[in-house]
């Protein structure tokens, strides 16, 4: 079984201020993770995933998360944030299976402060 | 435009109605799914098409049964529904392939039962 945690639920932030969103996982095999983004009135899209290769890995809008093995986490940052920013975002574990199965977290909303 | 296209946008529907969800991926994707979006939980894995086959059914209650004429469309038909479904409907597809793929989602469905 899988499952994801988000522990922030709200995370308000000032325009042009780093963001660190995380999240944690766990799985009893090989992982595949990723952080979805929903803007208000819309579906999800997505921002970046990991599915093996570098630990660090790069998405659209200036999103990168690392993935850490050891401590089950895959953590999402911006080095500033803009008001366009305002948005839920999920985090999201799949196993290898047939046909996927995706995990997602609670999700986490950002408010970019003015 | 993500590719996914859900109608109706949003739905108000009476206990004893029967309607029906609509969605179409032109994306060429071998899989479909179903998500319920509601407030303060995870997303709701409902169904899950692949080859147009049903390979998963998360103990969804019979008032909801989906429908997967061919590869590019979806259908939720809902029948007498309780107002704790009004929530967030999210179509989604992808292509399975030996690794986990993007799941692309449409803009949703926002259900009301009244």
């Known amino acids: 079984a899988q499952s994801v945690t988000q522990l922030d639920s709200q995370v308000p932030v000032f325009e042009e201020a780093p963001v660190e969103l995380r999240c944690n996982y766990s799985?009893?095999?090989?992982?595949?993770l990723f952080w979805y983004v929903q803007y208000p009135n819309q579906g999800l899209q997505l921002l970046l995933k990991?599915?093996?290769?570098?630990?660090l890995v790069k998405g659209i809008n200036g999103f990168e998360a690392e993935f850490n093995k050891s401590q089950t986490s895959f953590h999402l940052r911006k080095p500033s944030v803009h008001i366009s920013d305002t948005a839920e975002y999920f985090c999201a574990v799949s196993d290898s299976g047939g046909y996927q199965k995706v995990t997602f977290g609670t999700g986490t909303k950002l408010q970019v402060i003015p | 435009e993500t590719g996914v296209t859900q109608t109706p946008r949003h739905l108000v529907m009476g206990m004893t109605n029967k309607k029906s969800l609509k969605c179409e991926q032109h994306l060429g994707h071998n899989a479909m799914y179903w998500y319920k979006q509601s407030a303060k939980k995870p997303l709701e894995l409902m169904f899950v098409y692949s080859l147009e086959e049903r390979v998963e059914n998360n103990s969804v209650p019979s008032r909801f049964s989906p429908e997967c004429p061919n590869s590019s469309h979806l259908f939720l038909h809902l029948h007498t529904l309780q107002p704790e479904d009004s929530a967030l409907y999210l179509c989604?597809?992808?292509?399975?392939?030996?690794?986990?793929?993007?799941?692309?989602f449409g803009e949703g469905s926002w259900l009301t039962v009244v």
């Open positions: 799985s009893s095999v090989s992982v595949y």
């Open positions: 989604a597809s992808s292509q399975e392939g030996q690794s986990p793929d993007t799941i692309y």
């Open positions: 990991y599915l093996s290769g570098s630990t």
